[in-house]
T-cell receptor, first 109, second 114 residues
């Protein structure tokens, strides 16, 4: 089976940088996805890492280290609208995703 | 495209009643996923289909739950009989081909069983 761990909550101020870590244990691994979910909304796809290294998409970046079974999502130049829950998800054998418990990010003025 | 469409958006029912949730995936997507989200258990995969065929239903909680996908543009998740512990938000998501890492979620159905 799969298990993922990520912090439950992170608080930061506007303009700051936040790093959300995700460690995983899985039998079979294809890659790590990140999703954002605002309160009352649906998860939306942010990024995917299949290979080691950093992927940058605007203010958000995602990193993967397969050897360490570890990844992170980096949120830069935080804005109030970034207040949401962020989920890492492992893509493993069977072409499905297993989601972590989510990290609630609170951005303060 | 309209995105993934789910209905109803909210459902309130009494324990013991049958509940049917509906989903229309994005046109051209051939994988469809049903999830349940609660505060206690997070986002759980219930079942997923590939080309209308159920591939993995290991997340379906028990026999009270069933899912069908009669064609590429429609799927249902049925709970019969419903119980209060089934109260949750149910999401349907779709993806194209082998890119299950990028799933498009519908707005969800908030189910309350009293």
């Amino acid at each position: 089976g799969q298990s993922l761990e990520q912090p439950s909550e992170v608080t930061a101020v506007e303009g700051a940088i936040v790093q959300i870590n995700c460690t995983y244990q899985t039998s079979g691994f294809y890659g790590l996805s990140w999703y954002q979910q605002h309160d009352g909304g649906a998860p939306t796809f942010l990024s995917y890492n299949a290979l080691d290294g950093l992927e940058e998409t605007g203010r958000f970046s995602s990193f993967l280290s397969r050897s360490d079974s570890y990844g992170y999502l980096l949120l830069q130049e935080l804005q109030m609208k970034d207040s949401a829950s962020y989920f890492c998800a492992v893509r493993a054998a069977g072409n499905k995703l297993t989601f972590g418990g989510g990290t609630r990010v609170l951005v303060k003025p | 495209d309209a995105g993934v469409i789910q209905s109803p958006r909210h459902e309130v029912t009494e324990m013991g009643q049958e509940v049917t949730l509906r989903c229309k995936p994005i046109s051209g997507h051939n994988s469809l996923f049903w999830y349940r989200q609660t505060m206690m258990r997070g986002l759980e995969l219930l079942i997923y289909f590939n080309n209308n065929v159920p591939i993995d239903d290991s997340g379906m909680p028990e026999d009270r739950f069933s899912a069908k996908m009669p064609n590429a543009s429609f799927s249902t998740l049925k709970i019969q009989p419903s119980e209060p512990r089934d109260s949750a938000v149910y999401f349907c998501a779709s993806s194209f081909g082998g890119s299950s890492y990028e799933q498009y979620f519908g707005p969800g159905t908030r189910l309350t069983v009293t």
